[in-house]
Each structure stands twice: as structure tokens, then as C-alpha cells.
């Protein structure tokens, strides 16, 4: 017999989802066995509801259901025709895919640096990347905060630039009140379990408000091909499954208070932490600025000495992240033989100075106290 030990109890972890997902284990289960008995598993009603839901949640015309927040970029990417000879920009100090996608579609990325306040974008430093063949731009809404969309969209329309909104962390976020993935001609996201909408496996989604950008989009999640055996573009298999859809459809009426208590653990953190010795000096808070609705899908401090604060907190069992350790320029995929990429300070920076706390909306203020009284041990520690 094969005994499992159990893992030892974190006392703070960075993310724990058992609390949220076993108050619908009910409901979850009655989706799975719906599905089960439809023996409908690809496509189909399922996938069509979920996304008539979140079409209603962004604002947006039109949502279509994919595998992946990858995917979805990359479909977004393919839908707009942009290949070989096309560069793309998008921020350096981001989740991997953002860029990855663009040289998957057979295009260029190009990087541009961040602003060290809201960590997204730097629309200036952007617009001095923009050359002959750029095609697009990707601004990512990172943690949960909208990307300066209006600059952003001002500026693709002076150069005829798609816009692609990296939205995976921002589902329900707004910018001068319009949601993330409304604004440009798509919107991206992902439901990988860490997002504050997360499936119980990986899915995403597209959205955009254009028709013809929608239906070339759904016509390239299945092969292009319409109908079936019949292909008119070469696309892929980028399908939602209904399995994800249904069970997302049980913890979507949650999501608004999913991101209020997130809302809240931020509010709280930024009060306690704002009151100690040595914040807003060595530790930085994040900022959420009065025009954006921030959902807050991770709380992250910029930290001079980090690797240090990380091992102090890892000793009283508390998760933390780094999102992200490696800019994008930095990245060895991205590597141009011969050529030293440039710098870009400010994403090189907050690679080495950021770190994620639990900010997940489960968090007890016990747990939130006992992170803040570490930090401020840490703080009075290395004074
Ligand atoms: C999570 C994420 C993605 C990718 O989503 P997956 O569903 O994991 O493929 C893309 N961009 C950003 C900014 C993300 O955070």
C-alpha cells in the first residue's frame, strides 16, 4: 500500500482555491454529470452560453470560447493576418505568451519597456518602436489593472495599428468605465486556474465588437474549415471545451464576489502595510490609479533587497512569486545572434524587485496580519 504523507501546512500560501471551489462542489459536479449525459464534448450549447455570459460581462459584441489564453492571442494574431515581415510591440515585463505568440504567428516581436508605477505599457516608449511594418500592438492589463487604453488606441489609429488587449489577468476590469477587452479590435483572456475566473484545467477566450474579425476568428478554431472537410484558411484546433465551459458557468455568478474580496485584501494591505517603517521607501506598494477598476489578480510589492524579503517570508511559511524573474528581451528564445538586445531599464528592474503576496479572495485577515507583522519584521530587521 502506497501511503501519501501529506504535505506539510503552509501557513499562507500564495494561492489556495480548495475554499472556493469545495462551496461548489455540488453544483460543479451536477455540470460534469450534464455534460457527461449530453455526450456532447465538443463545442456545442455548453460553450455557446458561457460565452453569450461573458459577451455581457466585457461589453464586447462578440466572445468566442478557445483552449488557452494563449490561444487566444494566437488566434487573435491569425485572424488579423499578421506573419512573416509584420512586428508586433508589446511589453517586455510580461507573462510569457504575450510574445511568444507573436513569433508563433510567424511575426516579430518587439519590446517595449513598462512604467514602474502601474507596470504596464509605456505607450511613449512604444511609440518610438513603431517602424514601416509594425502591424499591431499588445498591451497587457498586468495584475489585474487596464493598460492606458485611450493613448494606446490613439496611437494604433494615427499608424493603423490593430490593438490586441492582453486582458488574461483582467477579467471584469475597467478603464474610465469600459471593460478590459472592449476597447480594442480583440480582447484576450485566460481562465487558467490562477485567474480570478479559473477553470478546472485551462481555457480562454476572444473577444471583439468587429463581425468579420468574429467569424474569421471562429472559422480559424476549427481548422478553417466551413463546412466541415472544407478549408478555407489554415487555422487550428483552438476549442473551449463545454466541459471547462459548464463548470465555469458555476463559478462565474461568484466572480464579482471573487474580485470584491480581492478588492478588499488590497484595501487592507495598503492601509497596514502603508503604516510601517521603511514602506514607500524599500518596499513599494502597488498602485491602482481612480480611473481604472482594478481586480487585483495579484498584490505586488517592488522590494530592494527581494530575494531576501522572499527567503524571510518562505521561513515563517508564507507563498510569494516573482512575476516575472525574466523580461521578455532578456529571453533566450527571443536571442538575435550577433546582436545584444537593448536595454530596457525599467522592465529589467522590476524583474529583479518584484514580488507577488497572497492577495487570493479567501485569504483571512489572520493570514493578512500575519504577512503584514512579516514584513514589518523584515523591514525592522534590515534597517
Ligand atoms: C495567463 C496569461 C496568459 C496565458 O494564458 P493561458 O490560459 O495560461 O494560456 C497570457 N497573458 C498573460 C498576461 C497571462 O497572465
Request: proline share 6%; glycine share 8%; aromatic share 8%.
Amino acid at each position: 500500500m502506497i501511503v501519501i504523507q501529506p504535505l506539510p501546512a503552509v501557513k499562507v500560501p500564495l494561492l489556495d482555491l480548495k475554499p472556493q471551489t469545495l462551496a461548489l462542489a455540488g453544483e460543479l459536479t451536477s455540470a460534469f454529470t450534464r455534460v457527461l449525459n449530453s455526450g456532447r464534448f465538443i463545442l456545442g450549447p455548453e460553450v455557446e452560453e458561457f460565452e453569450r455570459n461573458i459577451a455581457a460581462l466585457t461589453g464586447a459584441k462578440h466572445a468566442i470560447g478557445v483552449s488557452s489564453g494563449t490561444d487566444a492571442i494566437l488566434l487573435a494574431l491569425m485572424a488579423l493576418g499578421i506573419g512573416p515581415g509584420d512586428e508586433v510591440i508589446c511589453p517586455s515585463f510580461t507573462f510569457f505568451a504575450t510574445g511568444g505568440c507573436v513569433t508563433r504567428a510567424g511575426a516579430t516581436p518587439v519590446f517595449a519597456d513598462c512604467c514602474p508605477a502601474s507596470f504596464n505599457l509605456d505607450v511613449k516608449d512604444a511609440a518610438r518602436r513603431i517602424t514601416a511594418r509594425t502591424r499591431a500592438i499588445i498591451p497587457v492589463d498586468l495584475f489585474g489593472q487596464v493598460a492606458e487604453m485611450d493613448p494606446i488606441m490613439e496611437l494604433a489609429r494615427q499608424h493603423g495599428l490593430a490593438v490586441i488587449e492582453d486582458a488574461a489577468q483582467a477579467l471584469g476590469a475597467c478603464y474610465r468605465g469600459r471593460r478590459a477587452g472592449s476597447i480594442g479590435d480583440f480582447g484576450t483572456f485566460s481562465f487558467y486556474p490562477s485567474k480570478n475566473l479559473g477553470a478546472l484545467g485551462d481555457a480562454g477566450l476572444l473577444t471583439t465588437n468587429d463581425d468579420e474579425l468574429a467569424a474569421k476568428a471562429r472559422l480559424l478554431r476549427t481548422h478553417g474549415e466551413n463546412p466541415k472537410y472544407f478549408h478555407h484558411l489554415v487555422g487550428g484546433n483552438f476549442r473551449m471545451d463545454p466541459l471547462q465551459a459548464a463548470l465555469l458557468g458555476v463559478k462565474l455568478p461568484h466572480l464579482a464576489e471573487y474580485t470584491r474580496r480581492r478588492q478588499e485584501n488590497a484595501a487592507y494591505y495598503t492601509h497596514e502595510l502603508g503604516k510601517i517603517r521603511g514602506v514607500g521607501d524599500r518596499v513599494i506598494l502597488p498602485v491602482a490609479y481612480p480611473h481604472n477598476h482594478h481586480i487585483w489578480n495579484q498584490y505586488t510589492l517592488r522590494v530592494t533587497k527581494r530575494d531576501a524579503l522572499r527567503s524571510f517570508l518562505a521561513e515563517r511559511e508564507i507563498g510569494t512569486e516573482i512575476y516575472y524573474p525574466r523580461p521578455l528581451h532578456l529571453q533566450e528564445c527571443f536571442a538575435v545572434a550577433g546582436r545584444t538586445p537593448e536595454a530596457l531599464p525599467v522592465s529589467e528592474r522590476l524583474a529583479e524587485e518584484c514580488v507577488s503576496i497572497p492577495i487570493f479572495p479567501d485569504l483571512t485577515r489572520a493570514q493578512q496580519d500575519f504577512v503584514v507583522g512579516a514584513i514589518a519584521d523584515f523591514l525592522a530587521e534590515t534597517a
